[in-house]
């Protein structure tokens, strides 16, 4: 038995290549946005305007769900990140496995059986105790209440069972092994066991809005105004040292444009997701910071393709013409990528081939020149015409039925790109004889209408973390038709070989398998994949002169996998949080880099040599990314 132990705080690392993101204080002369028109840029509604060192970051997407159980929306999870500590988290430097409320972890000779050892004295906002049974709580909640499993199923699905052996030790035991057992527990926050057991019976329609929220996180939760904005304060009892901001607001904006004008009239201080004429403009702003932050997003265009749920039944009410892979084949060899990332993403992003961002280059798909799909118009006509798809009068493409080809396509009103991305894919499309029919709504309609299958094609995207588990485990057939699944695609096959990479101990045949199921989503045009995108994100430097990115080389400040960025926010004369890296560790995020130090979850275990079988067990990487990172 072999004990990994964490470190308390973040790792002190050596400095990396590039000046510190923090920046001196600027002037306040500000740069107006070039005269277009422009929507009202207020926030949906005037939010409560709270008192002493303050950072409001301007959102576009709806806060619906501040239960831990139920968020599913990325903004949803940023939120809960700051509420409630997890037992791991992947750390800001590199997402190495960092401990949070587990100070160590020990797996057993056979590798079913994790034991963790909790922090000594670490307290709820409320001052009460956080134990074990807590933990016990939470994990046994999703594992068995029906209202707790919309989040973090998928984290539990290889969990046989979760105890507390003792106030200060948790023993998870496994079905079978799991290389990801350590980013599985890296991705569920832990709530208080004597807040939520009064809970349980209704469970899923808890809205967790009674303030304050008792919390471990860097924040608590103080205020919700519905549809405008949701306020936290600093927890004086979070364990690793209390924030320097005092209060951390989110403010709803209609569109990035509203947010960014906000930014320059300093009605906010931290704005992300940005077009890249935006960001240019932010660029070239006095008392504002702007940075092209190495993200682990991508861009995609999914299909309803046809196939059917878990039980067998139908779902929705997509395009037939979708279940044939050739005619997906068709759509993809339609889009030229080049296009979209000069003309769109303004050179901030990079062609995307499957679900794994090149910020994970151990895992991301390895496609050879002569295999990909290129763009070519003449191509894919050749291919409808082959797999039987005429052109009728007026060269419109018709289905095996003889009825023009019309393809619904939704795109998020509050995301820009998207709705010019529409317009390439029209054109491109049209040239086949297909007809597409867009329509620009709401990001909660959008995804309601993509979760239940009323739609053809539809922008989608998920954030990635560490280990590809979680990522992969999207594409099964059991979650088709549901929130959590990403392409609606089944495949029995891609479904055991799932299986198979979950309990490899040899790191680089995991690896084999899991280049052999990305190939095998690619062959099946499992979406149509986009891009790789960059975070354009920018911030009042006059007022913040430190923001702790992830990773730290020329990362990003929102959408981390857990709260360094908001956690390490530091005001203008102050000094950073005690438990956040040092401003000096911290990077441009417009430095070139080759990716992140993925090898942080396996070298955990490696470190340990841990032996199973004459193996060693070289992979416990995990982060989860399913309906809650997806926009």
């Known amino acids: 038995m072999v004990r990994v132990v964490a470190t308390g705080k973040q790792g002190r690392k050596r400095s990396r290549r590039g000046p510190a993101i923090g920046v001196v204080a600027a002037a306040l002369g500000m740069a107006m946005l070039p005269a277009v028109a422009v929507p009202d840029v207020a926030p949906v509604a005037k939010a409560e305007q709270p008192q002493g060192k303050v950072l409001r970051v301007a ?45 160590s972890w020990t797996p057993s000779q056979d590798g079913k059986t994790w034991t963790f050892k909790m922090r000594k004295g670490v307290q709820w906002s409320d001052g009460q105790p956080i134990t074990a049974k807590d933990v016990e709580f939470t994990y046994n909640q999703i594992m068995t209440n029906p209202g707790a499993k919309d989040a973090n199923e ?7 069972s979760v105890k507390a052996t003792d106030p200060e030790t948790v023993e998870i035991r496994t079905k079978f092994v799991n290389v990801a057992v350590i980013g599985s527990v890296g991705e569920i926050p832990i709530v208080p066991e004597h807040v939520w057991r009064d809970k349980v019976a209704g469970i899923k329609d808890f809205k967790n809005e009674q303030t304050p929220v008792v919390g471990s996180g860097p924040y608590v939760l103080s205020g919700v105004e519905s549809g405008r904005s949701v306020t936290l304060k600093a927890n004086d009892k979070f364990w690793r040292g209390r924030p320097k901001v005092d209060t951390l607001q989110m403010v709803k904006y209609e569109n990035t444009e509203a947010a960014s004008q906000a930014l320059i009239k300093g009605d906010a201080d931290l704005v992300y997701n940005l077009t890249p004429a935006q960001y240019r403009t932010l660029e070239k702003t006095s008392g504002i910071k702007a940075s092209a932050g190495r993200n682990r997003r991508f861009t995609e265009i999914i299909m309803h393709t046809g196939a059917k749920k878990a ?71 050749s291919i409808l015409d082959a797999a039987g798809y005429r052109k009728g009068d007026g060269g419109a493409r018709l289905d095996k039925q003889g009825k023009p080809i019309t393809l619904r396509l939704l795109s998020r009103n509050d995301r820009a790109e998207q709705a010019q991305m529409a317009e390439y894919v029209k054109e ?36 990635v973390g560490p280990d590809p588990d979680n990522m992969l485990g999207q594409q099964l057939c059991k979650l088709v038709g549901t929130e959590l699944g990403d392409t609606n695609i089944c495949n029995p096959e891609y479904d055991r070989l799932f299986a198979q990479q979950q309990a490899e101990l040899n790191k680089d045949k995991r690896k084999e398998t899991v280049q052999r199921m990305q190939q095998m989503l690619y062959d099946n045009v499992s979406a149509i994949m986009l891009s790789y995108d960059k975070l354009l994100e920018a911030y009042r430097s006059d007022r913040f002169t430190t923001f702790v990115t992830q990773p730290q080389n020329g990362g990003i400040i929102n959408n981390q996998s857990g709260y360094w960025g908001y956690y390490g926010a530091t005001p203008v004369g ?20 080759s990716g992140l130090g993925t090898g942080g979850w396996a070298a955990i275990i490696i470190g340990a040599v841990v032996v199973l079988g004459g193996l060693g067990l070289l992979g416990a990487r995990r982060k989860r990314v399913s309906a809650d990172d997806r926009e």
């Open 154 to 160: 998928v984290a539990v699905a290889s969990f046989e």
């Open 428 to 463: 491109w499309f049209g040239q086949l004889g297909v007809t597409v029919d867009h329509k620009s709504i709401a990001s909660s309609q959008l995804n309601d209408d993509t979760t239940s299958g009323n739609f053809d094609l539809s922008f989608s995207g998920w954030s």
């Open 574 to 593: 102050e000094t950073p949080p005690a438990g956040a890296p040092k401003a000096a560790e911290q990077t441009n995020s417009d430095s070139d880099s």
């Open 59 to 103: 959102v576009t997407q709806d806060i619906k769900k501040l239960n831990p159980f139920q968020g599913t929306s990325l903004v949803d999870t940023q939120v809960g990140r700051l509420m409630y500590e997890f037992l791991v988290i992947p750390n800001a430097t590199d997402s190495t496995p960092e401990g949070a409320l587990a100070e």
């Open 311 to 381: 039980d067998g039944s139908t779902w929705g009410t997509g395009n037939p013409v979708l279940a044939d892979v050739e005619f997906r084949k068709a759509l993809d060899h339609a889009v030229n990528r080049k296009t979209l990332i000069e003309k769109v993403f303004g050179g901030y992003a990079e062609e995307a081939t499957q679900l794994i961002p090149p910020v994970y280059p151990d895992w991301t798909f390895k496609l050879s020149d002569d295999k990909k799909r290129n763009f070519d118009i003449g191509k894919a006509n």
